[in-house]
């Protein structure tokens, strides 16, 4: 088991500003719309889909299959490339529905590190615990939202002591939110000591932030009611005795998860998840191989395919294999060797996407993810190295999945 803490020395600068992460959920708990909000914080897009909405309001990136768009659920990893400050983002939006899971599987052997959506009023559903083990499995550190706090949901506590119980997770909380349902106004961010106040009004504002001097401070009085803010001030004091405090450490190892509360749909408190990832996220980190490890400081390249996916493009029929660069610097013209296939492969039209929309991608480093066009010869598990033959390692396979039994009433006929 490799040792997933910072890495031991420095990476350069271009990689150590890379942070690869997927976002999980059960279905419907608002995986696809918290993903249109980073693409939006990070200026990739103008305006934020809704999956639920009508018209353009509806056309999220990451659902951009005709049946995702139709149904409103996502049954295909998407990748996006983005920057956020001085951060590069590397997002997959994974499938929430137990029908394309193995999408799903694959995708968390790519990724440094993973996002989970709970709904606050549901808690830890299904989906959530069964892919919270795949990402157990993987040893992947977790940042928590509890998404919906602006509807009907569960009391604080009681959202913390389930996901305690039932993932077997120490919970610490990054924020803390001032009211539920249409009480809810807002959060304490309980690490920078910060009030956040949500705008209904308009979903894709920013919330105020307002710097405060501890939660005996009297600017609180001014945003917050009286009554609210006596419950903030009881809630907070008991969390910080009874919960554990933030130890990124603990977190790298898997064995903590911050929670941030919030609400996608109003874009509040997705910007600071963005900067818990940004802050706490790892960095690209050493990826399991054959016959030894690969280091993302390396100097040669080397990556895999955790996915292929046909017909991205409705213009054209075309095959497209998405790579997580494992090491190195690479550069578009690039010669790889095809470890399996000991061919050598140049790859001379590599893209990055932001869902189905993609751009050339003239270099890529460590913990990008890019797509090389092919027709067939590259399978997920391949590797792609500059001549040494790696394999890299623990990418699940599956069976197909028996559908229907298929036999000829009458042998004689058939």
Not at 113 to 125: F, L, P, S, Y
Not at 307 to 331: C, E, I, T
Request: proline share 6%; net charge negative; glycine share 8%.
């Amino acid at each position: 088991m490799l040792d997933r803490a910072s890495n031991s020395s420095p990476l350069p600068p271009e990689i150590a500003r890379r942070r690869t992460f997927a976002i999980i959920s059960h279905p419907d708990a608002g995986k696809t719309t918290l993903t249109e909000k980073f693409l939006l914080y990070g200026g990739a897009i103008q305006m934020a889909g809704q999956v639920r909405a009508k018209g353009e309001a509806r056309r999220t990136r990451s659902d951009f299959m005709q049946m995702e768009k139709d149904r409103g659920i996502s049954v295909s990893a998407s990748a996006m490339s983005f920057d956020f400050e001085t951060f590069r983002f590397n997002l997959v939006d994974t499938p929430g529905h137990s029908d394309f899971s193995e999408d799903t599987y694959r995708t968390l052997t790519a990724v440094d590190a993973a996002i989970m959506v709970i709904d606050g009023a549901k808690g830890v559903e299904s989906q959530t615990q069964k892919l919270f083990e795949v990402c157990r499995m993987r040893d992947l550190p977790i940042l928590t939202f509890c998404n919906k706090m602006d509807r009907e949901s569960r009391e604080t506590f009681e959202i913390i002591d389930e996901i305690q119980e039932n993932l077997a997770i120490d919970v610490t909380p990054a924020s803390w939110p001032i009211g539920v349902g249409r009480d809810f106004i807002g959060s304490y961010d309980m690490l920078n000591d910060r009030l956040e106040l949500m705008e209904r009004g308009d979903r894709n504002k920013r919330a105020e932030s307002i710097k405060i001097d501890g939660l005996d401070d009297p600017k609180l009085a001014e945003h917050v009611p009286a009554e609210l803010l006596e419950q903030l001030r009881e809630e907070v004091e008991m969390a910080r005795e009874l919960l554990p405090s933030f130890d990124r450490q603990a977190f790298l190892d898997g064995t903590m998860t911050p929670i941030w509360f919030g609400s996608a749909i109003n874009s509040f408190g997705v910007k600071d998840l963005m900067d818990g990832i940004a802050n706490f996220g790892p960095e690209p980190q050493p990826q399991s191989a054959s016959p030894r490890h690969v280091s993302p400081d390396e100097n040669a390249v080397a990556g895999f395919v955790f996915k292929v996916q046909a017909n991205m493009d409705p213009k054209h029929r075309d095959r497209v294999a998405f790579v997580r660069l494992a090491s190195g610097h690479f550069k578009r013209g690039m010669k790889l060797t095809h470890v399996r296939s000991k061919k050598p492969m140049a790859i001379s039209n590599p893209v990055l996407f932001l869902a189905s929309d993609r751009e050339l991608a003239e270099e890529a480093w460590a913990g990008d993810i890019i797509g090389i066009p092919n027709h067939g010869q590259l399978r997920i598990g391949d590797t792609l190295t500059e001549g040494e033959a790696i394999k890299v390692t623990g990418i699940p396979s599956f069976a197909p999945e028996l559908l229907q039994n298929v036999r000829a009433g009458d042998p004689l006929k058939a």
